[in-house]
């Protein structure tokens, strides 16, 4: 099973990046997918969340109306759109697939956010 985060980087306040995790060895399509971040002495915490269809969607309070999650199920691939980045988003980025009882995680992807 394989997760592999892309599109990290060292962007300014205001700027965007997309996040992408691909996915190889599992039915991507049957897993829930959701992305989640770390900073530096804190909690992971979980970002956004979407179903199989790709139709429902969570996202915490903080990014709401600046990020977007979605997927496609063809090409095994969830995104994450980030828009008006925040020095507060800065933390490493995780990707998660989970069925049941089966969970599996990315090694991440470095955001920064500085000016």
């Known amino acids: 099973v394989q997760l592999v985060e892309s599109g990290g980087g060292t962007v300014q306040p205001g700027g965007s990046l997309r996040l992408s995790c691909a996915a190889s060895?599992?039915?991507?399509?049957?897993?829930?997918m959701s992305w989640h971040r770390q900073a530096p002495g804190k909690e992971r915490e979980l970002v956004a969340a979407?179903?199989?269809?790709?139709?429902?969607?969570y996202y915490r309070d903080s990014v709401k109306g600046r990020f977007t999650i979605s997927r496609d199920n063809a090409k095994n691939t969830e995104y994450l759109q980030m828009n008006n980045l925040k020095f507060e988003d800065t933390a490493m980025y995780y990707c998660?697939?989970?069925?049941?009882?089966?969970?599996?995680w990315g090694q991440g992807t470095q955001v920064t956010v500085s000016s």
């Open positions: 998660k697939a989970r069925r049941g009882g089966r969970v599996y």
């Open positions: 060895e599992f039915t991507f399509s049957r897993y829930d």
């Open positions: 979407i179903g199989v269809g790709g139709t429902d969607t």
